[in-house]
C-alpha cells in the first residue's frame, strides 16, 4: 500500500507559513498541562519576527497515522539508517511570534520503507512493535522543536518524506503520550534529491529494492521548495553516511 491512493489533499481553511526574514517579536504563549515532557529550548534568544511571510501548502496526513504517540525528543529507537538531526520551528501566521509548547508530532518510515504499526506494507518482515519512527515534542519558548531520528527510506509510489503534525493545548499522560489540543497544522517535510541519491547508495537503504519515485516524480509534493515543505540540509559530516541536519520554519493560524 502506498500513500498515492489515500493521499488526494481535501480543502483546508487553515493556513501555514514559512517565515522570510527576521526582527524581534515576544512570544505567543499556547499551553500544555503537566506532567514534564521533553522540550526544544534553545540557548541565547528566540527566534525574532519575519518582515515577510510567505503562504506554504497544508498535505495531507496519509493512511499510516497512528493517535497517541509518545512525547519524546529521540524517535529512532533502534532502526538503522543516517542520523537525522531535525530543528523545527512553529510561529504564529498572523504575528509571526514563536509558539511555545506547540507539539510538533512526526512520522516516517524506515530505510525499508515501513511504517510501524503497518509494516509488510512495502514488501518487508521485520519487528513491527508500532512505535518506531513516530512521536514528538513540545516547542520551548523560542518556537522550536528539536527531533532527532534516522533519514528516512521510500515506499512505492512517494518520494523520500516525512509527515508532521502542529497540536497545541495538549494533555500530557503519565505513559508519556498525549491527548485532546488542538490540530493546527498537518504537512509533510521533503528532502533534497541529490542528497537522497547519495543516501539510497548507502548500503542500508539500498537494501530497499523498491523501486524508488523522485521528489519531481512525486504526485503529492508540488516543487514549491520550502514553501511546500522542503527542508534545508547541512552536513554533519564529510560524507552521507554521518547524517543531516534539517532545518524549517513552519506557520499556523493560531
Known sequence: MTDTSRETPTPIGRRTVLIATGAAAASLAVTAAAPEA?????????PVAAAVCTLTKEMTEGPYYLDGQLVRADISEDKTGIPLELTLTV????TCAPLNSALVEIWHCDALGEYSGFVGNNGH????NGTFLRG??????????????????????????IHVKVHTDVTLTD?????????????????DETITTRVAALATYAANTVPRTTLTQDGIYDDGGAASGLLTLTALGSGPWAGYAGTLTLGVES
Open 136 to 161: 514528538g515534542v513540545l516547542t520551548g519558548s523560542d518556537g522550536v522543536a528539536r527531533i532527532t531520528t534516522v533519514y528516512p527510506g521510500w515506499y512505492r509510489g512517494r518520494c523520500v518524506h
Open 38 to 46: 521533553p522540550t526544544a529550548e534553545a540557548a541565547g534568544t528566540a
Open 175 to 191: 505513559d508519556g503520550s498525549f491527548t485532546g489540543g488542538q490540530e493546527l497544522h498537518t504537512g509533510q517535510l521533503f528532502f
Open 125 to 128: 518482515d521485520e519487528p513491527d
Open 91 to 94: 510561529v504564529d501566521d498572523d
